[in-house]
């Protein structure tokens, strides 16, 4: 079993959500008392978000590459960047390392492909929703169609997850909020919703859509054990 770095503390609600659904599928997947061999670097999420609202993202990188880097060191196999947003600076950290890295977008893009879908909408933080590190990657690697909620919802997406979720605020009102939007997406003709920022799925289940929805913290994390056991006999 090859031993997963994750890079957590965006949000730690989040992290935490990463730690026990890796650890399940390992044990689902072996049985037993297997888990998976893990270790986790986590950031104060503060000076983070600062930096992401201070459009400060070279300062960022330099703390990811030093955390990656850190669990390279360690022993760590491969990496596993627990959160959307920040994988803005993917290819800053995996130009600063030697092993692999897991990206979020791709492990998701792949369960949308294999579900037959090609027009998708997305939900997360404003940076995920509005810049092309993610969006670009779904429509120029995986031949994809995203759609977004307009500008406004795209502020209420973003407002309950800086303001309520990673600070571990359940609201049935912003739930609402939520289902409302991701109805628009629907109507727009989108085939399923991707929940693309790690806190999201706290909130929001799959009974809350009529669409299939594609929670990125579980794929992702299902997809890090998957990879941990590929040559495992």
């Known amino acids: 079993m090859k031993t997963i770095g994750l890079i957590g503390g965006m949000s730690?609600?989040?992290?935490?959500?990463?730690?026990?659904?890796?650890?399940?599928?390992a044990k689902q997947k072996l049985?037993?008392?297997?888990?998976?061999?893990?270790?986790?670097v986590t950031?104060?999420?503060?000076?983070?978000?600062?930096?992401?609202?201070e459009d400060r993202w070279e300062e960022a990188g330099?703390?990811?590459?030093?955390?990656?880097q850190s669990l390279e060191r360690g022993g760590a196999d491969f990496i596993v960047l627990c959160t959307n947003t920040m994988h803005k600076l993917a290819d800053q950290i995996i130009a600063n390392v030697n092993i692999p890295f897991l990206h979020i977008a791709d492990a998701t893009a792949e369960k949308i492909v294999a579900a037959g879908m090609k027009r998708i909408g997305l939900l997360g933080t404003r940076f995920t929703m509005e810049h092309d590190f993610y969006k670009g990657r779904l429509i120029h690697d995986f031949g994809?169609?995203?759609?977004?909620?307009?500008?406004?919802?795209?502020?209420?997406?973003?407002?309950?997850?800086?303001?309520?979720?990673?600070?571990?605020?359940?609201?049935?009102?912003?739930?609402?909020?939520?289902?409302?939007?991701?109805?628009d997406l629907i109507v727009q003709g989108a085939e399923g919703i991707i929940l693309g920022c790690t806190e999201i799925?706290?909130?929001v289940k799959q009974n809350d859509s009529p669409v299939p929805?594609?929670?990125?913290?579980?794929?992702?994390?299902?997809?890090?054990?998957?990879?941990?056991?590929?040559?495992?006999?």
């Open 31 to 40: 049985g037993g008392l297997h888990s998976a061999k893990s270790l986790m």
């Open 43 to 53: 950031v104060d999420f503060a000076e983070i978000e600062k930096l992401q609202h």
């Open 201 to 203: 799925e706290l909130l």
């Open 213 to 233: 929805l594609f929670p990125t913290t579980s794929i992702h994390a299902v997809a890090a054990v998957e990879k941990a056991l590929e040559d495992h006999r």
């Open 12 to 25: 730690w609600e989040s992290s935490i959500e990463y730690y026990r659904i890796i650890n399940e599928t």
């Open 144 to 183: 994809l169609e995203v759609l977004t909620p307009n500008r406004s919802d795209r502020g209420i997406i973003h407002r309950v997850i800086y303001d309520e979720l990673v600070q571990g605020r359940i609201v049935d009102a912003s739930r609402n909020e939520y289902k409302r939007i991701m109805n």
């Open 62 to 68: 330099k703390i990811l590459v030093n955390c990656a």
